[in-house]
């Protein structure tokens, strides 16, 4: 399944920019090489850099990664959703509400990391759970209509996203 193949009308204007970053790119590849990019990137960061906000009100790394965690999380469950049929228009979220309410800077980084790595594992394994049929499905969130397969390529966009903010304005 690549990026290429997904319309407009699978996903909400919003999330646009998540896809289009990605190029043309298969989905079990690009959330496996972005795992991989976003920790070799920032593994051996140090705390004075984790704890950074490059403004007054922004988020630290920290922040980002319990965001980029959630996010994926909220995606993934309504990946599942509408791979089974559920047409329950499911609610949005509010990502500052979250970061806020998360604790993601009292957190140890490798903790942060590993929580991470292992969530994206289970979205691959999630993703290469779908058949064919499933992928396409579609569902509603926020009032907006979303495909399965168009939320694993927002998974991947979202934190490819986060992880050049990083490295534009942490590192």
Do not use: C
């Amino acid at each position: 399944m690549n990026s290429n193949q997904l319309k407009e009308n699978e996903y909400s204007p919003f999330y646009k920019n998540y896809i289009t970053i990605l190029g043309d790119v298969n989905l079990l590849e690009i959330l496996n090489d972005s795992l991989e990019n976003l920790m070799n990137t920032l593994k051996d960061l140090p705390e004075e850099k984790l704890q950074y906000r490059y403004e007054e009100g922004k988020w630290t790394i920290k922040e980002l990664i319990q965001h980029i965690i959630d996010a994926e999380r909220v995606l993934s469950y309504r990946a599942l959703r509408f791979a089974r049929n559920d047409t329950t228009d499911l609610q949005g979220f509010d990502e500052d509400w979250y970061v806020n309410n998360s604790n993601g800077n009292s957190r140890d980084f490798n903790e942060l990391l590993n929580e991470f790595s292992l969530i994206r594992k289970a979205t691959i394994s999630l993703f290469k759970s779908f058949s064919n049929e499933m992928l396409i499905n579609a569902g509603s969130a926020n009032g907006n209509n979303m495909s399965v397969r168009a939320l694993g390529f927002i998974i991947a966009g979202h934190q490819i996203h986060h992880l050049n903010i990083i490295k534009e304005k942490y590192l």
